[in-house]
């Protein structure tokens, strides 16, 4: 499918709609009407302060949403209140009528309305099913169960051997884990597109029948419909500070970093004959290059003296260059890229689901998650919707957005980028936030297919997450720890985005945490401001100490953790990709006073800011609010900047 061009813009159209169902959200009337917000506080109060034996003076309300579940059509309203003696935060949520409700009946109630209604089908599969003939056959997700794995040599900092390690560990894992599915597809004559080798998901041809069949076996998790994915087309360098990180040494070398691509005209591939560019490989060298990967290339790598890429140290590039815009394909690109030893991934396309998450999603989260790799997502280019595309949904990843800076690198002036995705993905309590953050997409010069090798470029979110994946690049060329803590890599990120292009500093629609800046992020990790553990029911509180840190000046916190899927809790949706922690960020100055608190609901991540009124060590606390896994890979970094 080509991007279409109107009014000089290029714009990539929405192609998924086709079969999408669309699932009753409850309307903003029906939540608002029933309750008065006072009286519910102050019965919340009341309640948490029976229950928990607490003064109500002792305790705040530091958050409040209402968690709406869509099948079942319930809203419940529900607070976070601290404690500041203890710094525990608890939780309580309010039906309909103002009564005490459990939200954990509400979710299993909402999955068991999904089953009924879907099965194990996603519900554009399920409406499929209805209409196939006998004789049709449809590509599917098969997602399995996943496998137990004892995963606990390779937590901490893994070297390249353990990395290696882990990944052949998987590929057996995973082989043997799909093997009794492919037999059953076998005997029904289905066709095996591609089965995963680093994650619980078989590819396959199949008929209604096998649909049906497959849905009764107790190893398959859910079935989905595949979808396809386009290019999220349309003086970059010192707009991002990428040039002061250069000029300390740090250039991304020895870091290696794959381009995750879908054809835009003939090929995906990158054009290695570039002079500027190194010669890379590909995943299918048999197949055409692309002007849109070779420029996303060269953002990351090109090593022209002018135009140089973000991390234009890093050694060549591998092309995963899917041979069509199709799950399957893209999903057998980026394993090669993994088993090729890619650090960073990036991928600069999308499609448009409508806010719900997509099975890529939850295969990049699967990617992020268990083999510890750094995944970077271009937010979209919705013409009219402003809907992030999936896969920028997803949880683990880290979701670029563009802006635009006016051709110069004094920040003053810059604006976002009209067409970048910012609606944020569907989520029980409705605040996650998307992107995370954004770079440059506007007025870029990069590389190209053919002589003078380098183009003036459209527009858009794809040439924004390269300067991100780049940016990673060096972050990890500072510290190779950083190669296994992809929570950590987006923390630092997060943490180093203080470029406000609009809204809120801290935090805003289309924004993000805002613009990066490679050299702030680039002293998070350089100054040691960052940690990085697996952690357990019994670490919380989770106390850092932010020591040394001077007055007057704008200090930043973040912490980031992962989703597991897929996960077998009450799915929210009709994806099996829910969090199973909840954590939030409560922040004390050297006197032990509150001085931030960010305590979302159903983020990924926590974000913190403040301007110090005083030096000193101040400390930043992570709460466990819900823990329901065995254990998390949870990073907190930290900034200091000039408010
Ligand atoms: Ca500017
Ligand atoms: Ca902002
Ligand atoms: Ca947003
Ligand atoms: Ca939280």
């Known amino acids: 499918m080509q991007p279409k061009k109107i009014g000089g813009l290029p714009v990539v159209l929405a192609i998924i709609l086709a079969g999408m169902i669309t699932v009753p959200v409850a309307s903003a009337q029906s939540i608002e009407q029933p309750f008065d917000l006072q009286t519910y506080r102050a019965e919340a109060l009341e309640h948490v302060s029976t229950r928990e034996g607490i003064p109500v003076g002792e305790l705040t309300i530091i958050n409040e949403a209402f968690a709406t579940f869509p099948l079942t059509g319930r809203s419940l309203w529900g607070a976070k209140i601290l404690d500041e003696k203890s710094s525990a935060i608890y939780g309580i949520y309010l039906d309909e009528e103002g009564k005490v409700a459990d939200i954990d009946a509400v979710k299993e109630a909402e999955a068991a309305e999904k089953s009924k209604r879907y099965g194990k089908l996603d519900p554009e599969l399920a409406e499929r099913v209805a209409t196939m003939r006998s004789d049709e056959k449809v590509v599917v997700w098969i997602w399995l169960t996943e496998p137990s794995t004892d995963r606990s040599r390779f937590q901490g900092n893994l070297s390249e051997e353990q990395h290696q390690e882990l990944l052949s560990l998987q590929r057996a894992t995973y082989a043997a884990h799909e093997a009794p599915v492919i037999d059953f597809l076998k005997t029904q004559d289905s066709t095996v597109v591609y089965a995963c080798q680093y994650a619980p998901v078989v590819f396959a041809e199949v008929s209604r029948e096998t649909i049906q069949d497959l849905s009764k076996r107790s190893d398959v998790v859910s079935l989905d419909i595949t979808r396809s994915y386009e290019p999220a087309l349309n003086s970059a360098a010192p707009t991002v500070k990428a040039n002061v990180v250069w000029g300390r040494g740090k250039t991304g070398t020895g870091i290696k970093v794959a381009i995750v691509e879908v054809p835009l005209g003939s090929g995906s591939g990158i054009q290695f004959s570039n002079p500027y560019l190194l010669d890379g490989s590909s995943y299918r060298p048999d197949l055409p290059v692309s002007g849109h990967a070779t420029q996303v290339a060269g953002i990351v790598a090109s090593t022209h003296s002018t135009y140089k890429g973000i991390s234009y140290g890093v050694p060549a590039l591998l092309s995963a260059n899917a041979p069509s815009e199709d799950d399957t394909d893209i999903v057998a690109a980026t394993e090669w890229a993994i088993t090729q030893g890619a650090k960073v991934i990036s991928c600069s396309f999308g499609g448009e689901t409508g806010s719900s998450l997509g099975d890529m999603d939850q295969y990049l989260d699967h990617v992020v998650w268990s083999n510890h790799l750094t995944v970077v997502v271009a937010a979209g280019n919705p013409p009219n919707s402003g809907n992030v595309w999936c896969p920028g949904l997803a949880y683990n990843v880290i979701t670029v957005g563009a802006f635009d800076d006016r051709d110069s690198s004094a920040w003053t002036g810059d604006t976002m980028w009209q067409y970048s995705g910012y609606n944020d993905p569907e989520s029980p309590h409705g605040d996650r936030e998307k992107p995370e953050v954004v770079a440059v997409g506007c007025g870029i010069t990069s590389t190209s297919t053919a002589s003078p090798w380098l183009v003036s470029c459209a527009s858009g979110t794809s040439l924004a997450a390269p300067a991100v994946s780049g940016e990673a690049a060096l972050l990890m060329h500072r510290q190779s720890q950083l190669t296994s803590w992809p929570e950590a890599v987006k923390a630092a990120i997060m943490a180093g985005a203080v470029h406000n292009i609009e809204g809120a500093s801290r935090l805003s629609d289309r924004d993000g945490a805002g613009g990066i800046d490679c050299s702030i992020a680039d002293d998070t990790i350089a100054n040691n401001r960052w940690w990085a553990n697996t952690v357990t029911y019994g670490d919380f509180p989770k106390t850092y100490v932010l020591s040394g840190i001077p007055a007057g000046k704008k200090v930043r916190v973040v912490a980031a ?33 509150q001085v931030e608190v960010s305590s979302s609901y159903d983020n990924n991540y926590e974000i913190g800011q403040f301007e110090t009124e005083m030096s000193g060590n101040y400390q930043a606390r992570v709460v466990k609010y819900r823990f329901e896994g065995a254990s998390e890979r949870l990073a907190l970094a930290y900034s200091i900047s000039d408010p």
């Not at 996960?567 to 994806?575: K, R, S, V």
């Not at 829910?578 to 032990?592: A, E, K, R, T």
Request: glycine content about 6%; charged content about 20%; proline content about 18%.
């Open 561 to 593: 953790w992962d989703s597991h899927p897929p996960d077998l809790h009450p799915p929210y949706g009709t994806i099996n990709d829910p969090l199973q922690s909840d954590f939030d960020l409560i922040i004390y100055d050297p006197n032990g006073e």
